[in-house]
């Protein structure tokens, strides 16, 4: 096998792995993409206990 | 137990999915729609939790024991509640009913999971990974068995009140130093009378031979239990009250919060705990507890006692009632006599209040010995 041609398949190889890994899965894009996720949570009502809790549980 | 901010909870570490299990299809184990980018199409049917109420599904393939004992663990089942409670009821059908739902409201969110106890906080205490969503094999004392163990157990055993636990605060010792598999995983059984029912819990004898070299350990034998000389006070919480608030949300008032030392008599001394005294913990709830959600609904609530065997995990080589026989000896204020419990509750208490004639006798000739120190050699 020509040299280039060794290069060509790998760099096929390479790009076929990236494109499962990356776009197979919106899921890891997002839950590893810090910026992405705090923007996303500002835009979330975070859930609260009642306030008439007191005490030690 | 700092709080996570909401992106922290959900990020997942690039190294996680290096792992055996990061190396599974997120939709594998959460279901939902990978190919989706937006969050809420991403999500659709997703499982949050996917280890719980079964575990078959997720974990069972690669780890069948685990998955299978799960079912009898009471960090799953919590199957000691209801036949506790319900002993204290109105047996009623509808009195129970009502009982129910406002266990279903309070009780069951407290359950441990695989997932809690190896990947993210309780739920209990708002979630959230550990370490962006490694598996770990051993648990977090403070992130996880903490986060629910916190209030009593927690907070004794660091030392946030009284002196500590000498097996954290000396040796370095944490919850899974005496907390393993074997009780954790669940033990097979699925008619636990309680948590003390549990084969293969810790026990002090797994480690240690009374050393009858030590004159109270000689004299006293396996007739007290270890913790009634080396436990220190602990927490005694009474009047627990939960319900609703305006908007629906679920409340638990305990105000009565008490650091006590009580000795009590054994009810039931069984092979697993022989001893004739041992300390006794009054429980938090009240005839009134559920009152919320229906009247009299534990009407029947001197059929069991409410002072119950109790481990505080606060334990010290020397502690303020070993240090002198007469600490103990004679010092009614340890003991739990009659007046010390509400005249309604004595009839239940029977079997664990210590009538006066029972407490041991001051001990004459036990002034603390001088020690007449041998001269040793420096040669």
Redesign the interface.
């Known amino acids: 096998m020509h040299s280039r041609t060794k290069i060509s398949l790998l760099l096929v190889a390479v790009l076929l792995l990236a494109a499962t890994s990356a776009l ?9 993409d ?1 910026e992405k ?2 923007a ?2 500002k835009t ?1 009502i ?1 859930p ?10 | 137990m700092a709080p996570l901010e909401l992106h922290e909870k959900v990020l997942v570490s690039p190294d996680f999915l290096q792992t055996t299990h990061g190396e599974i299809a997120c939709t594998e184990c959460h279901g939902g729609n990978d190919v989706a980018a937006d969050m809420n199409q991403a999500h659709s049917g997703i499982r949050a939790d996917p280890t719980f109420p079964d575990a078959t599904a997720t974990c069972g393939q690669c780890h069948e024991e685990e998955a299978r004992l799960a079912k009898t663990s009471l960090h799953y089942t919590l199957a000691t509640y209801k036949p506790m409670v319900h002993q204290r009821a109105d047996q009623a059908a509808n009195q129970i009913k009502m009982l129910n739902q406002g266990m279903d409201n309070h009780c069951y969110g407290c359950h441990a999971s695989c997932g809690e106890c190896h990947v993210s906080r309780p739920n209990s205490a708002k979630g959230g990974f550990i370490s962006g969503h490694n598996f770990n094999k051993t648990p977090d004392q403070t992130n996880q068995c903490t986060a629910c163990h916190g209030s009593r157990v927690g907070n004794e055993f660091t030392g946030t009140t009284g002196s500590g636990d000498a097996h954290y605060t000396k040796h370095d010792m944490d919850c899974m130093a005496c907390h393993s598999t074997r009780d954790l995983h669940g033990d097979g059984k699925s008619d636990h009378r309680d948590r003390y029912d549990v084969e293969g819990l810790s026990s002090c004898q797994d480690c240690h031979e009374l050393d009858d070299k030590i004159e109270q350990h000689a004299i006293h034998g396996e007739k007290l239990s270890c913790y009634v000389c080396h436990a220190q006070p602990y927490a005694n919480c009474y009047g627990c009250h939960v319900g609703l608030d305006d908007k629906g949300l679920a409340f638990y008032k305990n105000p009565d919060e008490e650091e006590l030392f009580r000795i009590g008599r054994n009810p039931a001394p069984s092979p697993k705990r022989p001893e004739e005294w041992i300390l006794v913990r009054r429980v938090p709830s009240v005839q009134t507890s559920f009152e919320f959600y229906g009247k009299d609904l534990l009407s029947n609530f001197d059929q069991l006692n409410n002072w119950k065997y109790a481990s505080p995990h606060n334990i010290q080589r020397k502690t303020t009632q070993n240090r002198e026989c007469n600490n103990c000896h004679g010092n009614e204020e340890l003991f739990l006599t009659e007046d010390k419990v509400k005249p309604e509750m004595r009839k239940a208490n029977k079997g664990v209040i210590v009538s006066k004639g029972m407490i041991p006798e001051k001990q004459e000739d036990a002034e603390p010995k001088k020690k007449t120190k041998k001269k040793s050699s420096y040669f």
Do not use: M
Request: glycine share 12%.
């Open positions: 197979a899965s919106q899921c890891v894009n997002c839950h590893t810090v996720l705090k996303i949570a979330i975070k609260v206990g009642s306030a008439e809790t007191a005490g030690k549980g």
